[in-house]
């Protein structure tokens, strides 16, 4: 049984800061590229941001040079590092996990999805 299990949402203040964490199991993580999207109420999903099984990142314009993801294969765990938060960063957050890179910045680019953490900026 494959799960991604997201931590560490919740409430932060504009321009604070905020970890998120996504501990996978049931895959080999060190196969799989790791991706974060997030979707407000009534929107759709959106990337935010995916890293590469070698490392290799990438991000949506929204985020970049605000947001950093990272990965620790040892743990099996990956990291979204979130800020200057904005108002507009407030949605539910995904992890997600997907064996082809081909398409991480799509959501039909991945295998498996975490339940998705709130995180909510207050402005």
């Known amino acids: 049984q494959v799960q991604l299990v997201e931590s560490g949402g919740g409430l932060v203040q504009a321009g604070g800061s905020l970890r998120l964490s996504c501990a996978t199991s049931?895959?080999?993580?060190?196969?799989?590229?790791m991706g974060w999207f997030r979707q407000a109420p009534g929107k759709e999903r959106l990337f935010v941001a995916a890293?590469?099984?070698?490392?290799?990142?990438w991000y949506a314009n929204s985020v970049k040079g605000r947001f950093t993801i990272s990965r620790d294969n040892a743990k099996n765990t990956v990291f979204l590092q979130m800020n200057s938060v904005k108002s507009e960063d407030t949605a539910v957050y995904y992890c997600?996990?997907?064996?082809?890179?081909?398409?991480?910045?799509?959501?039909?680019?991945?295998?498996?999805w975490g339940q998705g953490t709130q995180v909510t900026v207050s402005s």
């Open positions: 997600a996990a997907a064996i082809s890179t081909l398409r991480l910045m799509s959501t039909t680019g991945y295998d498996y």
């Open positions: 049931g895959l080999t993580f060190s196969t799989y590229a």
């Open positions: 890293i590469s099984r070698g490392g290799s990142t």
